[in-house]
């Protein structure tokens, strides 16, 4: 029914709960583009795309944190020993260089020469432990190693018909890991002492028999001290390692994998086999001939992997912040189409910066009590804020209790993306396919071109009913 009302087209609808007329203002009258439809999409949409803002500083926070754990790790190392790279008994020998030979005129009076054994086999076993720092905490380690070389007698004679200084030594990458160590030579103690450094590694040196026969045998026994990780370095033609620790996560590292490997829940065993072939390297060669770098390529072993350790599952969950902001943002937006009702821009930016809170949160209690904890104390917090808000908001508990509940979803959904490391893109990609189609479901009754101006209109008539009545 077409009417005048206060010299403006209006229609008059009855109502069937009351039983009295609600005025509607002429669809398209007076309507601007700033209270249409698109213009409130478009505004959502940029307040979405703020909230980067304060997510990208929490992550840099986290960057931060994180930098400080490490840090943390570096002090722990250099009081207990670093990440650890053992090698096998070599055999050096030390030349004088003489004049007009090579290597003469870069300066050198002498130069070492590096044999390696035949064969070498290591035996290893781990006890690992935690060490803290502050708030923070490192693995470290105890190995205990034996240690078993052979030099055939060939090698031996081509040292003995040299002239100059001739020794064992066993490199290791921190000395200072070094707890015990006993070595035998063909069955005889072998006094040890610190040596020269070789190719960027820290040796120990002890001395060699004076006419060894048949061969020689070298037995080492040691307690090596480090931390997150063991490697080995494959001096012989042929190296065989057996390694065990229980530790439930390992993570088998450098140019080697193991041949056979067992882990459960609580111990890991592994072994490898590497022959001289597999190496870029020979049996022998001088000091200067060899970079630190090639030999520490051929390096394998074990580290203490921590799965998707605190700072790593903090900067996971950041990623997923603008996503679960513009989630948050879209239910409010359907709250609107689908109740009628209307939000305020700026009650949006309250609700995105509750949401980016919560990372701040998550990583301020992580620290203190560990992800799982945290994350369930943080999204309580932030689903308690943000229903509550939404009930006070949309002026009914019921929006309040339904908007917390799929906000709660939402924070389990990312708890599972951010615990997950092999499924996480599979769950992350249903689950996200599984969200737009129940929006568009919800949605497909909607009449996004009339919905700007009945909204509108549903305004101008409550404005006009309270409006002081004029002559």
């Excluded at 307040?47 to 960057?63: D, G, H, K, N, S």
């Excluded at 935690?130 to 034996?146: D, T």
């Excluded at 480090?226 to 065989?240: D, I, K, N, V």
């Excluded at 209307?342 to 998550?362: C, D, K, N, S």
Aim: glycine share 8%; proline share 5%; with cysteine.
């Amino acid at each position: 029914m077409r009417k005048t009302w206060h010299g403006r087209a209006v229609t008059v609808f009855p109502y069937a709960a009351a039983g009295s007329p609600v005025l509607s203002v002429n669809p398209g009258a007076n309507m601007s583009f700033f209270q249409s439809i698109t213009a409130k999409v478009l505004g959502v949409a940029v307040l979405a795309l703020l909230m980067l803002i304060p997510l990208a500083q929490v992550q840099e926070l986290v960057r931060e944190r994180n930098g400080l754990r490490e840090e943390a790790v570096t002090r722990i190392a250099q009081g207990w020993g670093a990440a650890q790279i053992v090698g096998g008994p070599l055999l050096v020998a030390t030349r004088r260089i003489e004049p007009g030979t090579p290597g003469w005129s870069t300066g050198r009076t002498t130069e070492r020469e590096l044999r390696l054994p035949q064969r070498l086999a290591v035996a290893a076993h781990l006890d690992p432990e935690r060490r803290q720092y502050g708030i923070y905490s490192a693995p470290v380690y105890v190995a205990h190693l034996e240690l078993t070389a052979h030099f055939d007698a060939a090698d031996l004679a081509r040292v003995d018909d040299e002239t100059g200084e001739r020794a064992l030594v066993l490199p290791i990458a921190d000395p200072r890991g070094l707890r015990r160590i006993e070595v035998k030579t063909n069955g005889s103690e072998a006094r040890v002492e610190p040596g020269a450094p070789v190719d960027g590694h820290a040796l120990v040196q002890f001395a060699l028999p004076a006419h060894p026969e048949g061969g020689l045998d070298v037995e080492v026994r040691l307690d090596l001290a480090g931390t997150e990780r063991l490697q080995f370095l494959p001096l012989a033609r042929s190296t065989e390692v057996t390694l065990s620790a229980p530790w439930p996560d390992p993570s088998f590292t450098g140019a080697f994998l193991p041949a056979q490997r067992t882990i459960d829940v609580r111990h890991v065993e592994a072994s490898w086999q590497v022959l001289d072939l597999n190496r870029g390297f020979g049996q022998r060669w001088l000091e200067h001939e060899m970079e630190a770098s090639t030999l520490d390529g051929a390096a394998f072993g074990l580290a203490l992997y921590q799965p998707v350790d605190l700072y790593q599952q903090n900067v996971r969950a950041g990623k997923y912040g603008l996503l679960f902001i513009a989630l948050t943002f879209a239910a409010f937006f359907l709250f609107e189409v689908l109740k009628r009702l209307r939000v305020h821009p700026v009650q949006y930016l309250f609700i995105g910066l509750a949401l980016a809170t919560f990372y701040i949160v998550l990583l301020a209690l992580s620290e203190q009590i560990g992800f799982g904890l945290a994350y369930a104390l943080a999204a309580t917090a932030v689903v308690g804020l943000v229903g509550g808000y939404a009930a006070a908001v949309l002026a009914t508990r019921r929006a309040g209790l339904l908007l917390g509940s799929l906000l709660a979803a939402v924070y389990g959904l990312l708890y599972v993306l951010v615990a997950s490391e092999q499924y996480s893109l599979l769950v992350g990609s249903c689950a996200l396919l599984g969200l737009l189609g129940a929006a568009m479901f919800l949605t497909r009754k909607v009449d996004w071109y009339r919905y700007g101006s009945a909204t509108e209109a549903r305004s101008r008539t409550l404005d006009d009913a309270h409006a002081p009545a004029r002559d």
